[in-house]
């Protein structure tokens, strides 16, 4: 069965300062992964996603993520923290055998300060 | 604009009654689905229609009931039997080709009376 760890459920940084949000994955076969973001009381948008080409895949707001096989991991960055980019984030993890529905992780908090 | 609409927003539920919360997508996508969020918990699958007229559990399906009349549509029935349905809930559709990342709406939050 696939899953997903999201380690830390809240994580704050200074603006300016670099994001990392972790997320480790186990799946028995080749897997698809996504990072979402969710804003308050909204729905949740994707940032990115790892289709098997490129390990280094680039998102939306400056956000990137490296698809890494050998730790089982697809870690989220950014160089420098925005204010607006406090929210929520979830890494997810496709389960092609089950209608592709997607496994998610309990999500982190990202909190910016000035 | 393309897109998924789910209303209310907002949904209060006495106890012992059915609610419907409704979904709404004029993406053309083939697969819609249903989640619950619920703080620290991330989101759970209820239901999910890969086509029309076709639906399976998810891993959360007790005291829910849903439909797929059409492709544009998949209401989300929460029953009396559901005992704690006080909840974030969430729809998404995908594409149902390729790799099938999901498109959320904006949720519907319901709390009991």
């Known amino acids: 069965a696939q899953s997903v760890t999201q380690l830390g459920s809240h994580v704050s940084v200074s603006e300016g300062a670099l994001v990392l949000l972790r997320c480790n994955y186990s799946s028995s076969v080749p897997p698809y992964l996504f990072w979402y973001v969710q804003y308050p009381n909204q729905g949740l948008q994707l940032l990115l996603k790892y289709t098997s080409a490129a390990t280094l895949v680039k998102g939306i707001n400056g956000f990137e993520a490296e698809f890494k096989k050998s730790e089982t991991s697809f870690h989220l960055t950014k160089p420098s923290a925005h204010m607006s980019d406090a929210a929520e984030y979830f890494c997810a993890v496709s389960d092609p055998g089950a209608g592709d529905k997607l496994i998610f992780g309990t999500g982190t908090r990202l909190q910016v300060f000035p | ?113």
């Open chain 2, 1 to 113: 604009d393309g897109g998924i609409t789910q209303s209310p927003k907002y949904l209060f539920r006495k106890e012992g009654q059915n609610v419907t919360l409704s979904c709404e997508q004029n993406l053309n996508h083939d697969a819609m689905y249903w989640y619950r969020q619920d703080p620290g918990q991330g989101l759970r699958l209820i239901y999910y229609s890969q086509i029309v007229n076709d639906f399976q559990k998810g891993d959360i399906a007790e005291g829910y009931s849903v439909s797929r009349e059409k492709k544009e549509s998949f209401p989300l029935t929460v029953t009396s039997a559901q005992k704690n349905p006080t909840a974030f809930y969430l729809c998404a559709s995908s594409t149902g080709q390729g790799v099938r990342s999901q498109h959320f709406g904006d949720g519907t939050r319901l709390s009991i009376l």
